[in-house]
């Protein structure tokens, strides 16, 4: 078995993140043009994955265009923020409103440091797309057993 070294800050730090991911998803966000009681969820919504080499972070914003964003990699945490802007000039009166717009930060702790200069972010039909390349010390790898 692979031995790792116990970083209690880095766990500790990590389940911070997750406690306040989990208090968006509960309370949500809400600004003054809305109630708090809507129950909206964080925004934005993001789905994780890795494979061997990657980790990829996927974020639903629709409408919003990639000058409005502002993407940062620091160790093994992955910062999105950004502003939706509302519409200037719609006419008519409102009956429902649920869509949310103002400035917004998501942070993401990963499990692993990630390669900061190779990260890469894509905008396309509303989903952004980062491509976290894996530090090479963080990638499994399979050890040769030898016998004397």
């Known amino acids: 078995m692979l031995g790792t070294r116990w970083q209690p800050w880095l766990e500790m730090q990590s389940e911070m993140t997750r ?3 989990e208090m968006d998803r509960v309370f949500g966000r809400w600004s003054h043009r809305r ?3 809507l129950g909206q969820a964080a925004f934005p919504l993001l789905n994780v994955w890795e494979d061997d ?3 990829f972070v996927e974020a639903e914003l629709p409408g919003m265009e990639m000058e ?22 719609e006419p008519g009166t409102w009956h429902r409103r ?8 998501r942070i993401f702790e990963l499990p692993h440091v990630v390669d900061a200069d190779q990260v890469s972010a894509e905008l396309k039909q509303g989903v952004l797309t980062v491509s976290l390349p894996k530090q090479p010390e963080s990638r499994p790898r399979k050890i040769e ?3 004397n």
């Open 19 to 21: 406690l306040r991911d």
């Open 35 to 37: 109630a708090p009681f």
């Open 53 to 55: 080499n990657h980790y």
């Open 68 to 89: 409005d964003l502002e993407i940062f990699v620091n160790g093994s945490q992955l910062t999105i923020k950004g502003e939706r802007k509302e519409p200037a000039g």
């Open 98 to 105: 649920e869509r949310l717009y103002g400035k917004f930060t």
């Open 145 to 147: 057993v030898r016998a």
